[in-house]
C-alpha cells in the first residue's frame, strides 16, 4: 500500500510562501495514502487560478484544464475509466463563477467524484481582484470602492440543489481537512469540499487569523446531526456558512454510475467489450 510520500513528486510548487494550498495538497496526499490508493488509482483534474496547479504537484494522473471547466472534465473522467478516484479541483473563482453551472449540474447527478474548492474570496493569480466568494464593501483593484454584491454562499446552494456530501474545512487544520477528504473520497457520490486557503499576498481581510476567530467546528456543537438536511441549512445560516467539518451527508440516495444500466462491475463482467476491426472502421466512417 502507498504512503502519502509517493503521492509527492519532484516538482516544487510555485505558491506564494504562506499560501493555504500546501495544506490542501498535504491533506490530498495523505487522505489518498489513508484510503488505500496507489498513484496510478488517482485522477486529480483542475481548473485555472493558484489552486488549479495543484494537479501537477502530486504524482498521480493529473489534468490541468481551462478555467471552470474542471467538473465536466473529471467526469468525463470517472464515465470513462471507473476504477480511477476522481479528484477535481479549483479555487472559489473557478468554481463558483465561470465554473458555477457545471457544479450545480454535478451535484444534481450525484456523480461519484469528489470535488474540493481552495477558497481564498479573492482572484490571486490574476493579482487581486473581487471573486464571488468577496464579501460586501470589500476593496480591490477591480472594486476600489468596495464590492457592492454580496458574498455567495457555496454551502447553502449545495444543500438547495440536492448535494448529498457537503464539508468545509481549515487549511490550517490538516488533521480534520485529511479526514474530511477521506470522507469525500470514501463517499458515494458527489462530495463537495470547500476550504478556506488564505491568500497570503492579496487578500489582508480574510486572513488566518481572521477565520480562527470567526469559525465554528460542528463538532463542537453539541448534538449537531451532520444527516439531517434541515439542521445543517439551519446552522450555516445561523453562523453566516463559518463552519467547519461535515455539514450534511445522505447515504441513501444512489450516485449517477448507480443508475446507468450496465455501468456497475458486475453488468460490466457480463458484457463483451471486444471490437472487431468491422466495427471500430464502422464507428469511424460514422465521424467523417
Request: glycine fraction near 10%.
Amino acid at each position: 500500500m502507498a504512503t502519502f510520500k509517493e503521492f509527492r513528486n519532484n516538482v516544487k510548487p510555485n505558491w506564494c510562501p504562506g499560501c493555504g494550498d500546501f495544506s490542501v495538497q498535504a491533506a490530498m496526499q495523505r487522505a489518498a495514502a489513508n484510503v488505500g490508493l496507489e498513484p496510478e488509482g488517482l485522477a486529480v483534474i483542475s481548473g485555472i487560478g493558484c489552486s488549479g496547479r495543484i494537479s501537477g504537484y502530486i504524482n498521480s494522473y493529473g489534468f490541468h484544464g481551462i478555467h471552470g471547466r474542471s467538473l465536466p472534465i473529471a467526469q468525463g473522467v470517472k464515465m470513462a475509466n471507473r476504477e480511477l478516484t476522481v479528484i477535481a479541483s479549483g479555487g472559489d473563482g473557478d468554481g463558483f463563477a465561470i465554473g458555477m453551472g457545471h457544479t450545480i449540474h454535478a451535484i444534481r447527478r450525484n456523480i461519484d467524484i469528489t470535488y474540493i474548492v481552495m477558497d481564498n474570496q479573492i482572484y490571486g493569480l490574476t493579482k487581486g481582484q473581487t471573486s464571488p466568494r468577496s464579501a460586501a464593501g470589500f476593496k480591490t483593484k477591480s472594486t476600489p470602492q468596495g464590492s457592492i454584491e454580496p458574498a455567495l454562499s457555496p454551502m447553502e446552494m449545495a444543500l438547495s440543489a440536492g448535494a448529498t456530501f457537503v464539508a468545509q474545512s481549515f487549511s490550517t487544520d490538516l488533521k480534520d481537512l485529511t479526514a474530511i477528504i477521506e470522507a469525500g473520497i470514501n463517499h458515494k457520490g458527489f462530495s463537495l469540499i470547500n476550504v478556506f486557503s488564505p491568500c497570503v499576498t492579496y487578500n489582508k481581510i480574510n486572513t488566518y487569523d481572521w477565520f480562527k476567530e470567526n469559525l465554528t467546528k460542528l463538532s463542537d456543537i453539541e448534538g449537531y446531526d451532520h444527516t439531517n438536511r434541515e439542521e445543517a441549512m439551519q446552522t450555516l445560516m445561523k453562523h453566516d456558512g463559518l463552519v467547519t467539518g461535515i455539514i450534511y451527508q445522505n447515504t441513501e440516495r444512489k450516485s449517477y454510475q448507480e443508475l446507468i444500466p450496465g455501468y456497475a462491475p458486475e453488468a460490466l463482467a457480463k458484457a463483451d467489450l471486444d471490437l472487431s476491426q468491422e466495427s471500430f472502421d464502422k464507428l469511424v466512417a460514422e465521424f467523417t
